[in-house]
Structures are given as structure tokens and as C-alpha cells.
């Protein structure tokens, strides 16, 4: 097998490198500070696959008008605790952000609330913003649609897209957070593994055959990545990309795949005041509760243990913030010649 070379760059050398880069492709001093942010943020915590590996290709949208980073969100309708935005093709990243600050007001003023953000980009990780309201104190739920890259059940052809969903709420000083997409594995993740030579560790889609397989290159040719849960998976991401469309007025996946890549999407934030409940005081304590008795799990594998949605991250940041955060060394070299 061919040696993977990597390098390990700090979080404060990637943010600053982002930020420099996005500078210089129209973004405010403000946005660009806040994108390098949530980008280097991903990468911190291992989830490399939207963080410093689809930064190119972010830059890449940029360049090709896809991104329109000097746009900002405009809101379209208010209905009490319900907004509907355009995103008007800005960052995905600095939408979502966004989206989710406004909705965090909007529960506090009503206990819950909803932005719906039509006509955005690709957010990168959703479970960023799931985190960024579940520490200020709030439930967070919210999903995006996507292209279409995974068949309904029974089908061959890609009409669903694989429609991330997060849930999140407040955790001792962090978070509990599932960030989780309809198909068994995310793109990137395929794309990841293809960089790194390995096949997937489960089964996750098809060949241009039909043949079940669990290597990604095959499966990204094909274009038929397999649900999760099956034809429940199917199911879901259906539902949410109904859900999505109809909430924000915005584009469906069957029509995001008519644009020339992934933009335009549709996303739907919804957060609740947690303060506003009456048994608020003891929600932190219900929580140690169910996640003493999950931590009771018998493992599989004799010295191996069970971890909660979010756990493996917490591990993750710490070990990335003191050694550096790994990187393929093609990939770094890839960033760095968007500087020149």
C-alpha cells in the first residue's frame, strides 16, 4: 500500500491560513474570520471531511460563482416563532451561523422557534451549529437537503439526497450531539477514504453493477450510496426533504440536481429554551442519569467501551489541540496554493 503522508498544522496556523485565502475571495474581514473558524473547528475535532478537506473545493464554488460570500441572509415572511430567509447563495457556513443565532432568539422570546433558510450553500457540518446552540442552552434540531445521491429504495437512479440531520442539547460544559446523514456513509467520507486507500469498514453502496460494495471509489462512480436502516433511511430522507422545501420555499433535491454542483440547498433550524421548561433545574441531572446507565453497556469486544453521540470528538479536539491537527500533506499543499 502506497504511504500516506501527513502534516500536522495547528489550529491557530490553519484558522489564520483560511482566513488569509477567503480574504482574498471577496469575503468581509468579520465573515472570513467566522468561516476560518468553523472550518479549522471541524477539523479540530476529526470531522476532516468538512473542514480542511472540502476547503478547496469551498474555494473552488467561489471562484466559480456558485458561493456568493459579499451576500447576506434577507428574511421573507414572519409568522410569530417561524421565519422563512434566502440565503441569496452566500456562505453556507456564515448562513447556517446565522441561522442558528437568529433561532436561538426566537426560543428565547417564544420557547421554540424556526428559521427555514431557502436558496443557502453546503454547511459543512451541521452538528457545528447543533453545539454552538446546545452550549448557550437550547435544544437544537435541524437538517439540510442535498443533490441527489442516493436511489429511493428499490431503485437504481439517484433521486433522494443523503439530507444530514442533527440533534443536539446542553451537556455538563459541552454537548450531546448526533450529526448523522441519511446514507450509511457521507461523501466525504467516501471521498476520505479513497484519499487514504482503505475501504469502508461496512458495506456502503452499490457498484455501477449493483453490486453491494464497501469500496468508495466504485460506490462514488455509481453514484448509489446505500440508506441507512435501508428503505427506513429511504424513508427519511424523503420526509425531510419535503419537510425542508415546503418550510423555507425553498428548492427541492430533485431540483437542486438540475444546478451545476450542490447549491442552492434548503435548511430548516429549530431550537427550544430548555430555561422555559418547569423541570429546567433538574434536565442536567435526568441526563447523567440516562447516560450512567448507557455507559452500563456490555461491550462486544473484551477492553473496548460504548460511547455517546459527540463523545469521541471531546477525545479528538484535545488530542488535535496538543499535537496538531492531522492533515494528508496533498490536501495542505492544496490550501496553500490558493494563496500564491
Known sequence: MTEIKQ??????KMQQTFKKILLKHQFSLKNADECATIFTANSLDGIYTHGVNRFPRFVQYIQKGYVLPQ????????????????G?????????????????KLAKKHGIGCVAMANTNHWMRGGAYGRQAAKEGFVFIGWTNTTANMPAWGATNPKLGNNPIVFATPYGEDALVLDMA??????????????????????????????????????????????????????????????????????????????PAEMACSQVFIAIDLSKLPNHSSIAQTIEGIIHDYK???PMQEGSSVSYPGERVLTTRKKNAEHGIPVLATVWEEVLSFLT
Open 7 to 12: 502534516v500536522f498544522i495547528s489550529a491557530e
Open 182 to 259: 441519511m446514507s450509511q456513509y457521507s461523501f466525504g467520507a467516501m471521498e476520505l477514504a479513497v484519499m487514504r486507500g482503505e475501504n469502508l469498514s461496512v458495506v456502503g453502496g452499490y457498484d455501477k453493477e449493483g453490486n453491494i460494495t464497501n469500496e468508495p471509489q466504485l460506490i462514488l462512480d455509481s453514484w448509489r450510496s446505500l440508506p441507512v436502516g435501508f428503505w427506513k433511511g429511504a424513508g427519511l430522507s424523503f420526509l425531510l426533504d419535503v419537510l425542508t422545501t415546503i418550510l423555507s420555499n425553498g428548492l427541492a433535491t430533485h431540483q437542486i440536481s438540475q444546478k
Open 88 to 104: 441569496n447563495l452566500g456562505s453556507g457556513p456564515n448562513n447556517a451561523k446565522f441561522a442558528t443565532e437568529r433561532v436561538m
Open 71 to 86: 451576500n447576506k441572509p434577507s428574511r421573507s415572511h414572519v409568522f410569530g416563532g417561524i421565519e422563512q430567509w434566502d
Open 296 to 298: 452500563t453497556s456490555v
